[in-house]
């Protein structure tokens, strides 16, 4: 029986239908990921089935005793004393039979004879129903879950409602995940975490036995926790069966298919309506009848869903060869608050911490694209501030080529005034006319009255695309971007990367999206334990070298420095065993990346024999480069 059967859901907001007889079903342990551009409805249908809107339309059923467990975007503090008790108390059965097994021991300590053997024979009863639920290492799975999702032991101490967005965020993931669900609904369950958060989540879903309903932005995260695709927009909703880069290939394909099938129907309506326009009074005027009556009969094909993308074009000043220098830096900024245990536990306050980050000896020239990756609150922004000159370092310096011109996005959009108007935010930054910039706005979706909007109004997406549009209207040779991704569903990510991979000039970039970064990135600045290190390639290529060489473990610098140096000496020694491996490895990978990049190409499809001839070119150059992997861990090993 289906974990869920949704039949002709039909979801309206005021006068606008967001979902139109919506039908689908989820089996029991199926995850399926839905993607949609903003305002599509797919959050919409994750509380619908949670239970928080009533459907205008059609049904929604669950199996018998289904337990369901909803993540929201829009969350409050828990009521408990610490971050840890209020995970704790995720599991009302578990903390129930707690508090009935601590009271059946009370009553046994002052009570004998009959009335013991009762309460002892009770106490058995309830025990055994702990051990069922793992009760006993429940604490333990907490702490597991707290610190997977980002929230170190100093976090678990602060009261919920001292945590920060993000941190509240985190502590509602953690809390849904420790329930005992047979259903997941997630709604973007990615925000706020850092990429080791991010990729602990995708191995803890794997494992799960729930079925889950994902909602995400994050492309890569889709391709690891997704079974299958359903695809919102315009109100309806399109399966695609298999993971998310099936569905990409599978999108392209039927869309293909269906604007051929609608541009023969337009061509074959057009070449009838002339028959009949032209003999519809002569000697073939009965065929011409004939002809306009299959045309009324006809069953019209719609077009194509236009898909409504913003258009991004970003332009880059001239810039000298060199961006910046440094021969390293210290960086000292504001850690998160920790507790501060006075004599009396009453009394206890909250402090800053201070944490230091130290940078490398480094050079950025002219069209470098460096993607800073790291743990949430590792220094990431702060590095970014440090080159952008709004931070100063505590040792070291960092010089700025000449003629050197840079725009700087905030992931907060701080540099928003929300009391503006969109039109007037630009007006007054860049002074163009208003026709010019009504113009420029609706290549952003930003139509009619939309542009006297005031921002305080606008929704994230919409602030992010305003926050875009500044960077389009300036033609700054060095952009410092700060997540530019949050806030933009796939199509406009999609926009964004496809102008940022066109930008003729330098990109300096933080972000956690690991799709994003693997199509921009040509280094990687990666913090770790208070340090800087610098990687070639984009963060695909970074996987793959720790998959070849042990990641060292946490530790001493000198620890860490011997580790590292046992992985130099290995990789040397799997080198000497196996001449030549490493450079055909890198030849293949090569190889690997034009496939993929002609495949993702859509003019493909328009020749059939080619996709399956790249296919089959992928599948042999991926084989071979298994093999080589083998090679060269068998050679390591030895």
């Known amino acids: ?217 994050d492309r890569r995260f889709l391709e690891h926790t997704a079974d299958d695709i359903l695809e919102l927009q315009a109100g309806a909703g399109e399966w695609y069966p298999g993971d998310y880069r099936q569905y990409l290939r599978l999108r392209r394909e039927r869309r293909a298919v269906r604007q051929k099938e609608y541009d023969a129907q337009q061509e074959y309506i057009a070449r009838t309506e002339e028959f009949i326009s032209r003999y519809k009074a002569g000697q073939r005027a009965r065929e011409a009848r004939g002809r306009q009556t299959k045309l009324d009969r006809l069953q019209r094909l719609a077009p194509p869903a236009d898909d409504q993308q913003i258009r991004i074009r970003l332009q880059a000043s001239g810039t000298s060869e060199l961006i910046f220098q440094s021969d390293g830096l210290e960086l000292v900024y504001p850690g998160p608050a920790t507790p501060r245990e006075p004599r009396f536990k009453a009394m206890r306050t909250f402090e800053a911490s201070v944490w230091k980050l130290s940078v490398p000896a480094f050079t950025v020239t002219a069209g470098e694209r460096i993607a800073i990756v790291g743990p949430n609150g590792s220094g990431k922004t702060s590095l970014l501030k440090a080159l952008l000159g709004e931070l100063r370092p505590r040792r070291g310096r960092v010089k700025t080529g000449p003629r050197v011109t840079m725009r700087y996005y905030d992931q907060h959009l701080a540099d928003l005034d929300p009391s503006k108007t969109v039109l007037t935010e630009l007006q007054d930054a860049f002074g163009l006319p208003e026709e010019t910039l009504r113009t420029f706005l609706g290549r952003l979706l930003f139509t009619g009255d939309d542009a006297f909007k005031t921002i305080r109004s606008l929704s994230g997406g919409e602030k992010s695309r305003v926050a875009l549009a500044k960077l389009m209207l300036d033609d700054a040779g060095l952009l410092l971007l700060d997540e530019p991704t949050n806030h933009l569903d796939i199509p406009a990510q999609e926009m964004l990367e496809a102008a940022l991979q066109d930008f003729e000039g330098t990109i300096v970039f933080v972000s956690h999206d690991r799709y994003f970064i693997d199509a921009i990135a040509t280094r990687l600045w990666v913090i770790d334990g208070g340090a800087v290190t610098q990687h070639l390639g984009n963060y695909s290529d970074l996987e793959r070298r720790r998959q070849r060489v042990p990641r060292p473990g946490a530790g001493t610098e000198q620890a860490r420095a011997r580790r590292a140096d046992q992985a130099i000496a290995l990789d040397r020694k799997a080198a000497a065993s196996t001449p030549g491996v490493e450079d055909r490895i890198d030849e293949l990978e090569g190889e690997v990346r034009r496939i993929e990049a002609q495949l993702a190409d859509h003019r493909t499809y328009d020749d059939p024999a080619r996709v399956a001839e790249l296919a089959r070119a992928h599948e042999d150059a991926s084989e071979r480069l298994r093999a080589l992997y083998q090679e060269w861990e068998q050679a390591a090993g030895q």
Not at 25 to 38: C, H, K, T
Not at 45 to 59: C, M, N, Q, V, Y
Not at 114 to 119: D, K, R, W, Y
Not at 160 to 178: D, I, K, T, W, Y
Request: net charge negative.
């Open 1 to 217: 029986m289906p974990l869920l059967r949704v039949e002709k859901l039909a979801l309206v907001y005021g006068a606008t239908e967001v979902l139109s007889e919506l039908t689908f079903q989820l089996e029991p342990r199926q995850r399926l990921g839905i993607v949609g551009a903003n305002g599509s409805g797919k959050s919409s249908l994750l509380r619908a089935i949670s239970g928080e809107i009533t459907p205008a339309a059609g049904s929604l059923t669950l199996s018998p005793r289904t337990r369901t467990a909803y993540l929201a975007q829009e969350l409050e503090a828990g009521p408990h004393e610490s971050v840890y008790a209020d995970a704790l108390h995720s599991r009302a059965d578990i903390i129930q039979l707690r508090q009935r097994l601590a009271g059946l021991e009370a009553a046994m300590s002052g009570t004998s004879g009959a009335g013991l053997a009762i309460l002892v024979e009770e106490y058995g009863d309830l025990q055994h129903e702990y051990e069922r639920l793992d009760g006993y290492a429940y604490d333990n799975r907490v702490a597991e879950v707290l610190v997977g999702v980002g929230l170190t032991e100093a976090d678990q101490e602060l009261p919920p409602s001292a945590l920060s967005g993000g941190q509240r965020r985190r502590l509602a993931l953690a809390r849904l995940l420790l329930q005992e669900a047979d259903l997941f609904l997630l709604d973007e369950p990615t925000n706020h975490l850092d990429l080791a958060a991010i990729e602990w989540l995708e191995g803890f879903l794997r494992l799960s036995r729930a079925g889950m309903l994902i909602v995400s932005h």
